[in-house]
Nanobody
Framework: VQLQASGGGLVQAGDSLRLSCTASGRTFSYTLGWFRQAPEKEREFVAA????????DFADSVKGRFTLSRDDAKNTMTLQMNSLRPEDTAVYYC?????WGRGLERRRTDWYDYWGQGTQVTVSS
């Protein structure tokens, strides 16, 4: 599976942005997730969605502001980001994993088998 993230850009605080992740192969059997990495910081978990859209998981920092959906017929995943803040500034990466995990494995970068190249999101104050 090859992933490509898109939709990043420069916005002002309070604005919205929609990121898309498009896969070259079938996505229906994978857990799909978003991570982000700010300059000089570790890559961190943002959100994940299980196969068949049964469960979603969000980092506390984005809960209530970001929503996540997937369309396996189109092999795409969409992260809708609302009420953006300057601290949301980062390169956003989409990823695919073979399972959801029984604990919080899906929040770890090493849980994921495939990664996209990243898209820059910059939120100005």
């Amino acid at each position: 599976v090859q992933l490509q993230a898109s939709g990043g850009g420069l916005v002002q605080a309070g604005d919205s942005l929609r990121l898309s992740c498009t896969a070259s192969g079938r996505t229906f059997s994978y857990t799909l997730g978003w991570f982000r990495q700010a300059p000089e910081k570790e890559r961190e978990f943002v959100a994940a969605i299980s196969r068949s859209v049964v469960i979603r998981d969000f980092a506390d920092s984005v809960k209530g502001r970001f929503t996540l959906s997937r369309d396996d017929a189109k092999n795409t995943m969409t992260l809708q980001m609302n009420s953006l803040r300057p601290e949301d500034t980062a390169v956003y990466y989409c990823a695919a994993a073979g399972g959801w995990g029984r604990g919080l494995e899906r929040r770890r970068t090493d849980w994921y088998d495939y990664w996209g190249q990243g898209t820059q999101v910059t939120v100005s104050s």
